[in-house]
Each structure stands twice: as C-alpha cells, then as structure tokens.
C-alpha cells in the first residue's frame, strides 16, 4: 500500500487449472496463481546491516520444482489432504537439514561464541556477508570484544603466544625479533636485564659480556679496559 500498488491473484494453482493452462506464447500462463518466473524476495534495505545473518539466509532462500511438487503431492489440491500451512510444515521438518545446509551454513545456525574463537575457526563475516576462517598475520594475534573478533599487534616487548590469542614477555636475556613473531637471544657483548625488553643493549665501556643470553654485564678485570661500547 505505501507503494502505491495493488494485488493481482488467480485462482489458486492446481494439477487440473495447470494441465488446463494453454500457455499462450504471447502472454504466458494465466489460468492459475503459479509462479513460473524465480521467486522475487523483499526485504528492508537496512537488514544486511542490522541483522546480516538474516539477510544472508534470505538473500539465498528457494525453492525448487520438484520441492514444490513434494509439497504439491501432499496438498488436497494435489491429491492428499494437507492444508497448504500443513504441507508446508511437513516439508520443512522433512527436509531441515537440506534446507539448512543450502542457505543457513553452520557459521550462522550453530555460531561460535565471539568471545573463545580461535584461529582457524569459522565464523560468520558481517563485512563480507559469508562464512570466513579467522585468521590473523603471523605477528598479531586474535582478539574479540564480544560480538566480533579482529586481529592486533601486540604491545613493544610482547609476541604472540602458540595459539596467537594473548601476547607473551620475553624473557630476560632476550628481545623481541624484528619479525615481531620470536624472541631473540642477546648475542656476546649485548644484554636485556628486564623481561619485555624491545631490544638487547650493549655494554657500557670498561664492562664486557662473552656470553649469549645476558642480563647484565661485568667490569673488565683490573688492568684491563674496552674502549667501545658492546
């Protein structure tokens, strides 16, 4: 009514008004209310971005010919004795899992909880409008704030973890890598006496380390001096 536009019915379709419909090649069938072009869906224009996964199910919602006709074989216009509500419901509760799995994937008819998703899993993209596998670059890891997951750098002195969910210190002895994946042993001459340290630091003069993975550095023995720092 807000358009403006009014409906047009036939009669209800049947096997007899079908088999009866002449199909005049200039204006198509008309003896019956038989849909022969693809079933045209409306949908408010907001609902992809309110309510996506409901948007996604419709958008992918049909019915086949030879669905109808099962449907059809039941009804009492068909021969059976159902109603159309009651073939409608049996069709359904028969075919749940069919129907399911073409048009409400598991992402969105058994979604994971936002807040224990892990990389690898599969979840449904509101962005994308489809089922998508978590993942993050190798350097950051999987964060969620709840309703949605999405990928973070972790802070100076902190990598991922194993499973990339949560960041981890490096030790002492140890700075972060460049690729910001592992921590890196401080080399001879080099030390990080904190844990989190964002890189190795070098010996002052007069002090020296010979060793790998050092926390700290040690006065040159008396009479004995490093001029440069490391």
Same mark, same amino acid.
């Given at each position: 009514?807000? #358009?403006?536009?009014?409906?047009? /019915? ?8 079908? &088999?009866?419909?002449?199909? $005049?090649?200039?204006?198509?069938? #008309? ?5 022969? !072009? ?44 159902? /109603?159309?509500? !009651? ?6 509760? $028969? $075919?749940?899992?069919?129907? #399911? ?9 058994? +979604?994971?909880?936002? /807040? ?20 993050? +670059? /190798? ?16 802070? &100076?002195? #902190?990598? +991922? ?10 030790? %002492? ?9 592992? *921590?890196?042993? *401080? ?12 890189? *190795?630091?070098?010996?002052? %003069? ?14 040159? +023995? ?9």
């Amino acid at each position: 009514s807000a #358009l403006g536009a009014e409906r047009v /019915s036939y009669p209800d379709y049947s096997y007899g008004c079908y &088999a009866e419909n002449d199909r $005049n090649a200039d204006t198509g069938g #008309l003896k019956c209310d038989y849909a022969i !072009e693809t079933l045209k869906k409306l949908a408010d224009p907001h609902l992809a971005t309110d309510t996506p996964e409901a948007y996604y199910m419709l958008s992918r919602l049909q019915l086949t010919d030879p669905q109808l006709e099962q449907m059809m074989a039941v009804h009492s216009d068909g021969g059976g004795t159902f /109603s159309s509500e !009651e073939a409608a419901c049996q069709f359904v509760q $028969n $075919n749940v899992k069919t129907l #399911l799995a073409s048009f409400v994937p598991d992402c969105i008819y058994q +979604p994971k909880d936002m /807040s224990t998703v892990h990389i690898g899993d599969t979840v449904f993209d509101p962005d994308e409008l489809a089922c998508t596998v978590v993942d993050c +670059p /190798s350097y950051q890891v999987l964060m969620s704030d709840g309703s949605r997951v999405f990928c973070q750098n972790c802070s &100076a002195g #902190l990598i +991922p973890d194993a499973d990339r969910i949560s960041c981890d210190f490096c030790d %002492k002895g140890s700075a972060v890598s460049d690729s910001k994946i592992t *921590c890196e042993t *401080c080399s001879a001459g080099h030390y990080a006496e904190n844990r989190g340290m964002t890189e *190795c630091l070098p010996c002052s %003069k007069g002090s020296y380390i010979g060793e790998r993975g050092a926390t700290e550095c040690s006065l040159c +023995p008396l009479g004995t001096y490093v001029e440069s720092e490391g």
